[in-house]
T-cell receptor, first 112, second 114 residues
Framework: DAKTTQPNSMESNEEEPVHLPCNHS???????IHWYRQLPSQGPEYVIH???SNVNNRMASLAIAEDRKSSTLILHRATLRDAAVYYC?????????????FGKGTKLSVKP | DTGVSQNPRHKITKRGQNVTFRCDPI?????LYWYRQTLGQGPEFLTY????????KSRLLSDRFSAERPKGSFSTLEIQRTEQGDSAMYLC????????????FGPGTRLLVL
């Protein structure tokens, strides 16, 4: 799986939008972009994934650059409960490996 | 609650002892994964099963580690002759094999080896 690069940490104010960037310049044509987050003392939690088009769900939006070399996870209104480590992961569903390859992710702090 | 449960949630043991962890995945999920996470790091893959078959093992999975999924449902991870370096959070995840599959993680078992 190709590598991703994320900032180590970001801060946000409560009820403001948050844009979490991820660079993946070596992404292949079959790699999906997945985002997971991990709240303190919990296992990782799926957030969203996409291939080429922007995606929305109840938790977040995923904006994918036209060349797919970067993407941004958007939390529209951050809450204190969104404070977590956010992981951007590339995964080829047709690849031999089933596992996710986690980096260190971005630690998001949300201030009241 | 994702539907994936792990037991125990915490385990303290002395160096040299054996420990066993259990994971109960979401019932219809045919894939089950084990990961290990140390402080400040992202989870690292250990091994995974498709139904009862263990399809892949990481280099992290030394010969002291063994995992089973005997009937394609729950899984156990055993660590023999524990070492202090085994102290970590052990995470289990399950998924349904399909394109873009989502993995659902359990709460983890935190192991402390004294």
């Amino acid at each position: 799986d190709a590598k991703t690069t994320q900032p180590n940490s970001m801060e946000s104010n409560e009820e403001e939008p948050v844009h979490l960037p991820c660079n993946h310049s070596t992404i292949s044509g079959t790699d999906y972009i997945h985002w997971y987050r991990q709240l303190p003392s919990q296992g990782p939690e799926y957030v969203i994934h996409g291939l080429t088009s922007n995606v929305n769900n109840r938790m977040a939006s995923l904006a994918i650059a036209e060349d797919r070399k970067s993407s941004t996870l958007i939390l529209h209104r951050a809450t204190l409960r969104d404070a977590a480590v956010y992981y951007c992961i590339l995964r080829d569903p047709g690849g031999s490996q089933g596992n996710l390859i986690f980096g260190k992710g971005t630690k998001l702090s949300v201030k009241p | 609650d994702t539907g994936v449960s792990q037991n125990p949630r915490h385990k303290i043991t002395k160096r040299g002892q054996n420990v066993t962890f259990r994971c109960d995945p979401i019932s219809e999920h045919n894939r089950l994964y084990w990961y290990r996470q140390t402080l400040g790091q992202g989870p690292e893959f250990l091994t995974y099963f498709q139904n009862e078959a263990q399809l892949e093992k990481s280099r992290l999975l030394s010969d002291r580690f063994s995992a089973e999924r005997p009937k394609g449902s729950f899984s156990t991870l055993e660590i023999q002759r524990t070492e202090q370096g085994d102290s970590a959070m052990y995470l289990c995840a399950s998924s349904l094999l399909r394109t873009g599959e989502t993995q659902y993680f359990g709460p983890g078992t935190r192991l402390l080896v004294l």
